[in-house]
């Protein structure tokens, strides 16, 4: 506006110091600095208006990632994975007896740190829907009778039988016995398996026994 104004004072000065310009010829320069000047208005409010929409998608945009964020920060808290898989590393393990934890030595997948190699129990880091598989090898060994050698083991939850397992090696071959369950287990629960009407047996590794869990939905309470 500014700008305009100071044109207009420049011709009317200019105008005034020529006596020869004719008042026709200001009122059209007028006119002409009139309309320029509503032009300029109209542009400028459209691109106030556009400046506007920017600031809006903007806006949108920032939400989105918001919500992004904080819904990758509940996944990464409450539903992150849990998952482990264990196996038995060596080729027999002998004198296993009744209520023995067994021992799943090696860990091969432990997401969410909730599996002890040691201990052989895993701990849930949070309460939700979990699955377990147990898979075993029994291998008869030097304890066999005449039928070969019985394993039986149960996955038990805290004080909770949720599955068994059974496998029945002869005295030439090995066998292998296999369960999966599926339990709603609190944060801080344990799950493992121990052997149960066991002879003193032999109990196969080689990677043919393991344990795995995971959580399928975690759950608030
Ligand atoms: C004024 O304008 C007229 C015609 O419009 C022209 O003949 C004359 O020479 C001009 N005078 C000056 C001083 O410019
Ligand atoms: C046993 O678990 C610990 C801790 O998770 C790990 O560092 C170690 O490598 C595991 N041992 C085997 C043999 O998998």
Known sequence: MAVFLCLFFAIIHGALSE????????TKRL???????MEQEKENSYLRSEVTKCQMNNDNTRNLVDTQLSKRFIMD????????????????VDHVKDND??????????????????????????????SFSCSLLDHSGIHQGPDGAMIHAEIIHNQRLLGRIFAHASTTYRDQGAQTVVAVVKQG????????????????GE??????GHLLQFLDK
């Open 19 to 26: 006596e020869n310009v004719s008042m026709d010829s200001i």
């Open 31 to 37: 006119e002409y600095l009139e309309n320029k000047v």
């Open 77 to 92: 808290t409450q539903e992150g994975v849990i998952a482990f898989t264990a196996a038995i590393s060596p080729k027999v």
């Open 101 to 130: 934890i067994i021992k799943f030595d090696t860990t091969i997948t432990d997401v969410g740190g909730g599996y002890n190699n040691i201990t052989g129990v895993f701990v849930a880091p949070l309460s939700g829907i979990y």
């Open 189 to 204: 629960d344990q799950v493992f398996v121990r052997s149960v009407d066991n002879q003193d047996l032999g109990l196969g």
């Open 207 to 212: 990677f043919y026994s393991t344990f795995t």
